[in-house]
């Protein structure tokens, strides 16, 4: 009979999860790739009937929204409820921005600051007293290439990106001698749902994508799937020793500077 070797151990296995902006992008694919590896899962949205309705089965999708305290404080107790514990939180939801200094007006800047910044800070601060409770506490911020890059047409964007990066590092001081770990994923220009709308409203779509790809050294935008990779690698105990570190999965984006291709 021939030797069929056993599966891996599942790393995370007995771990509970919650992941925000978690029924679609970045945070659908964190969540399932959570799930696969182990662990309980629940995703807070704002829309949680965009869930796949393939993945209700496998993640429990509660409404939240990360603008109100209340709404926050009651989804993140209600996870914990049905999970029975909660050691890791994956802050992924955001929303984008356009434009120079000059062309966003204050009600915009607080609307993204408000989701972007704030929206972490809330779902944080609700979730300290379970991360708290646990062996194995991690939490794991989506950054972005954008704090630590200058990118044209993406001041408001950037800035509240660069307030997450330091968020990240000061949360990751705090709460370091309280077991919890706090770290940030750096995506360069990701193929999600916010990018398809961008470019649906482009005057060329095909040139705006074909000039995404391009401002990548690797010539293409980075997928969901491999900042999943990057934010559970971050959230699991192979990680246990990481903190305070912000890992960039941009396609070498931010630290690559090649020269032109040869004509």
Do not use: F
């Not at 965009?50 to 209600?78: F, G, K, N, Q, Y």
């Not at 609307?111 to 939490?139: E, F, I, K, Q």
């Not at 305070?244 to 291709?261: F, I, S």
């Amino acid at each position: 009979m021939p030797y069929t070797p056993a599966p891996p151990p599942l790393e995370l296995g007995g771990l509970a999860a919650v992941v925000t902006g978690g029924a679609s992008g970045i945070g659908l694919a964190t969540a399932l790739l959570l799930a696969r590896r182990g662990a309980r899962v629940a995703v807070l949205d704002l829309d949680p009937d965009a869930l796949p309705a393939a993945d209700r089965d496998t993640l429990i999708a509660l409404r939240c929204d990360v603008t109100d305290d209340a709404s926050v404080r009651a989804a993140v107790a209600e996870a914990v409820n049905r999970l029975g514990a909660l050691d890791i939180l994956v802050n992924n939801a955001g929303i984008g921005a356009q434009g120079t200094v000059a062309d966003n007006d204050d009600a915009e800047w607080q609307r993204v600051l408000d989701v972007n910044v704030l929206g972490m800070v809330r779902t944080a601060r609700a979730a300290l007293p379970h991360l708290r409770a646990s062996r194995h506490a991690a939490v794991v911020n989506t950054c972005s290439v954008a704090a630590t890059a200058g990118l044209p047409q993406r001041v408001l964007y950037s800035a509240s990106k660069g307030a997450v990066l330091s968020l990240t590092l000061a949360m990751a001081a705090d709460h370091i001698r309280e077991g919890i770990r706090v770290n940030c994923v750096n995506p360069g220009t990701a193929d999600t749902p916010w990018i398809d709308r961008l470019l649906s409203s482009a005057d060329d779509p095909a040139a705006e994508r074909t000039a995404l790809h391009a401002r990548q050294p690797t010539g293409r935008l980075v997928s969901a799937e491999e900042v999943a990779a990057a934010i559970v690698y971050l959230a699991s105990p192979a990680a246990a020793s990481v903190t305070g570190t912000a890992l960039a999965v941009d396609g070498g984006m931010q630290g690559l500077r090649l020269r032109p291709e040869a004509g």
